[in-house]
């Protein structure tokens, strides 16, 4: 069965880092773009960061210069690693293969003091 698994949400104080990281199945990994999303209450789900297969990365404007998407071949993982995190960072974070209906199940992210 083809999944998606994140892991690494928490609760952080502003100014912190989290690193999240999305383990995919089969061969998602080495056929599909990667992407991570957010949606905060109330609002509508957004891309963070994105970066193809071969490691051409874009991020919204929002967390350019903060955060860093990754990837690891031989993990099959995409990473999120999140720096000078803001109380505005809070939200849902999902693990998305772009271009395809494949969704992780999320995992929260709290900044707050």
């Known amino acids: 069965q083809v999944q998606l698994v994140e892991s690494g949400g928490g609760l952080v104080q502003p100014g912190g880092s989290l ?14 773009a990667m992407g991570w999303y957010r ?3 109330g609002k509508q789900r ?12 874009n991020y919204s404007d929002s967390v350019k210069g903060r955060f860093t998407i990754s ?11 999140m720096n000078s995190l803001k109380p505005e960072d809070t939200a849902a974070y999902y ?3 772009e271009n395809s209906e494949l969704w992780g199940q ?4 709290t900044v707050s003091s």
């Open 39 to 41: 949606q905060a209450p």
């Open 95 to 97: 693990c998305h293969a």
């Open 19 to 32: 690193r999240l990281s999305c383990v995919a199945s089969g061969r998602i990994f080495s056929l599909y």
């Open 106 to 109: 999320g995992t929260l992210v």
């Open 71 to 81: 990837r690891d071949g031989r993990k099959n993982t995409v990473y999120l690693q």
């Open 46 to 57: 957004e891309l963070v960061a994105a970066i193809t297969t071969r490691g051409i990365t």
